[in-house]
């Protein structure tokens, strides 16, 4: 294999396969790795080297001997440096089948699993674009001015945008309002390295069934008297122009680091609570709480869980990382009881004020970590546990007091192949049959797949 060096030029590389970033894979004489961005299975190309490690390399494509007959123009102008999406130049079908092949790649390469029934295609979402009900844009100051936009692929640097084809085409609007607004802002845009600034995200949500709207300023440190007045006699106003009825909110966070989330939320109009429906039930829940970015999906996502849920029988279910109780209403339609646990106590009050709300007593939400649950729980007091944990999947003590436990049926939700199948390596491995797999496209335009794997016991 020649040297390679930053700057390389190679041409007639053939396109193998795809990872869970989007990008394409190919490889040199002798098995040498180079992942292509932008590059699609099956196409022959010419790449120039961006970056040499030592077991692999990164480069761009500048040019095709053969493109995939299915590569489509990007809606966007800025997808090759936007770390948002990652397969905006594939098609609405191609996406669905390099999805449907991330998950069954990491089902045998990590897992080293197969379903007993055969994995259909992925599901495809009702939108494939304007689809995103929540978006959070990182603040920084640049040239003497706050800039807004997406991360630039791989990195924190501020890629500036003026709109997003996935998002929801009210918030677009907002977005663009509020970007006119912020040169005039009174605030320093955030700096991670130092820990200076002030105002750190703009985090903007609309209910796609509700119509709710709502814009958060998340800044470090509680709004000055200069900053207050911006806030109440410019932003406010310009928010209520496009719906009388629009949130407006100061989320206070002061750690350190990217994470959006961490401290008191101050109302300047409409209150702290955001609405959303989901098939005929309408939730409330706090402006910080998780709730699924793509409406429409979920309601198929759910829908398919609450079948699978029904069709296990088992009637006394636990369900973990429960959030403000959107999919454990549709649970309990179909259960004797539902013992919902959720960490985030702002999800834990709104969970039980949804379930009060929508009239089902049969459903005990409590606030906990999942692990420490598991660990003061009895055997035998769960038919079906139903688990939807965060990107990094169970903790290991959460897959041990499971199989402790070990309820007949498990429906397990995740949004990362690779840490559902490592977990269902574990669960297989301690007595669960693997039944079915389901997969949903919930982020059109990106890499990532929503996967449901059900499981029992014999």
Same mark, same amino acid.
């Given at each position: ?19 869970? %970033? ?25 790449? @120039? ?103 630039? &692929? ?24 509020? &970007? ?15 820990? %200076? ?83 005929? &039930? ?32 088992? %009637? ?83 897959? @041990? ?6 309820? &007949? ?50």
């Amino acid at each position: 294999m020649r040297e390679l060096s930053r700057g390389s030029a190679l041409t007639a590389l053939r396109v193998e396969d795809m990872n869970s %970033r989007g990008e394409g894979i190919a490889r040199l004489d002798g098995g040498f790795v180079l992942f292509l961005p932008g590059a699609l299975p099956g196409e022959t190309v010419h790449v @120039r080297i961006t970056e040499v490690k030592k077991q692999y390399a990164v480069g761009d494509v500048t040019g095709f001997d053969e493109a995939h007959p299915s590569r489509v123009t990007p809606r966007c102008p800025w997808f090759a440096r936007c770390g948002g999406c990652q397969l905006q130049h594939a098609s609405e079908p191609l996406q669905l089948e390099l999805k449907r092949n991330l998950a069954l790649q990491a089902m045998r390469r990590i897992g080293h699993l197969a379903p007993e029934e055969d994995v259909t295609e992925c599901r495809k979402s009702p939108l494939a674009l304007h689809y995103r009900n929540k978006a959070a844009f990182p603040v920084v100051r640049g040239r003497g001015a706050l800039r807004t936009g997406f991360y630039r &692929r791989g990195s924190h640097e501020v890629v500036p945008v003026d709109r997003c084809p996935v998002l929801d085409e009210t918030l677009e609007t907002l977005y663009g309002t509020l &970007r006119d607004l912020l040169p005039q802002a009174p605030f320093d845009g955030y700096d991670e390295k130092t820990h %200076r600034g002030h105002l750190r995200h703009l985090v903007l949500r609309r209910g796609t069934r509700s119509g709710c709207l709502a814009a958060i300023l998340v800044c470090r440190t509680r709004p000055d008297a200069r900053q207050d007045a911006w806030i109440r006699r410019v932003l406010t106003p310009a928010l209520r122009a496009l719906d009388e009825e629009a949130r407006v909110a100061v989320h206070v966070n002061d750690r350190r680091g990217n994470v959006i989330w961490g401290g008191d939320t101050l109302s300047y109009a409409g209150g702290e609570r955001f609405t959303e429906g989901l098939g005929d &039930r309408l939730f409330s829940f706090d402006l910080t709480s998780f709730s699924q970015v793509n409406t429409l999906q979920a309601e198929q996502l759910y829908a398919h869980v609450t079948e699978e849920v029904q069709a296990l029988e088992g %009637r006394r279910i636990l369900e973990l990382y429960a959030g403000a109780g959107t999919l454990t209403a549709f649970l309990a339609d179909r259960a004797e009881t539902v013992t919902a646990v959720e960490e985030w106590t702002r999800s834990v009050e709104n969970g039980r004020e949804n379930m009060r709300a929508l009239g089902l007593d049969n459903v005990l939400f409590t606030a906990a970590d999942a692990g420490a649950f598991l660990q003061d729980a009895l055997p035998g007091g769960f038919d079906t546990v139903v688990l939807d944990p965060p990107r990094g999947g169970c903790d290991e003590e959460v897959v @041990r007091n499971l199989l402790r436990l070990a309820p &007949r049926n498990l429906v397990y939700v995740s949004c990362k192949p690779a840490t559902l199948f490592r977990d269902l390596a574990l669960l297989t491995r301690g007595g669960y049959r693997f039944l079915r797999l389901r997969l949903f496209d919930m982020f059109p335009q990106t890499a990532h797949v929503e996967c449901v794997a059900t499981l029992r016991r014999p």
